[in-house]
């Protein structure tokens, strides 16, 4: 697949990640949907997708890779500033289908936690470093995208998403990660 439509698979799948979780502000089918579903605020969605497709898979087709990835990271940042709401009251917490509001606390948790498993999705997909920059210049231009728009929350969500970020890398271990044996017997065998 060409560089060029991988790059704007995954600035669509951006795109839509960061207006994807308002998505139920839109379409409301109370009970079921209101605004801050975890249907929609979760990492439900990008999860789905990936078992859909099995984008992780080696032979899955390269397109819903680099959709996901976009679609995932920009998803986690928009996660990271609904972490702070003027107020967590009403619709500030997270909605559950016939339930109604979650308590404050599991909110908060169901947020942060998604937003993790978001990022760990997208480093999970990631094939090598170039494509680990890609993703780190997805999350800081949504980011920005995000903090145009927010700017008052912009402070405490880029350090909720940088700590996030980084432990999602780090559990991550992305799979191109070079084997030093396999190296020395490539290069020993010429």
């Not at 600035?11 to 975890?38: A, N």
Request: net charge positive; aromatic share 16%; with cysteine.
């Amino acid at each position: 697949m060409s560089h060029l439509v991988a790059f704007v698979l995954f600035v669509g799948g951006c795109f839509i990640g960061l207006k994807f979780p308002d998505f139920d502000q839109t379409f409301r089918w109370y009970p079921l949907l209101v605004h801050r579903s975890i249907l929609t605020h979760s990492f439900l969605f990008p999860l789905l997708l990936i078992m859909s497709f099995g984008a992780m898979r080696r032979e899955a087709l390269s397109a819903t890779r680099w959709f996901v990835m976009g679609l995932s990271a920009a998803i986690a940042v928009h996660l990271c500033f609904d972490l702070f709401p003027r107020y967590w009251t009403g619709f500030a917490r997270i909605h559950f289908p016939f339930y109604g509001a979650g308590p404050t606390w599991i909110s908060q948790v169901c947020l942060a936690l998604s937003a993790f498993v978001c990022l760990l999705l997208a480093c999970r997909l990631l094939r090598n470093a170039r494509e680990l920059y890609l993703l780190l210049g997805g999350l800081i231009v949504t980011y920005g995208v995000s903090a145009a728009k927010q700017p008052n929350l912009s402070f405490w969500a880029l350090v909720t998403l940088v700590i996030v970020s980084f432990v999602a890398l780090l559990v991550a271990r992305p799979k191109y990660q070079h084997d030093e044996n396999a190296l020395v017997r490539k290069y020993l065998h010429k």
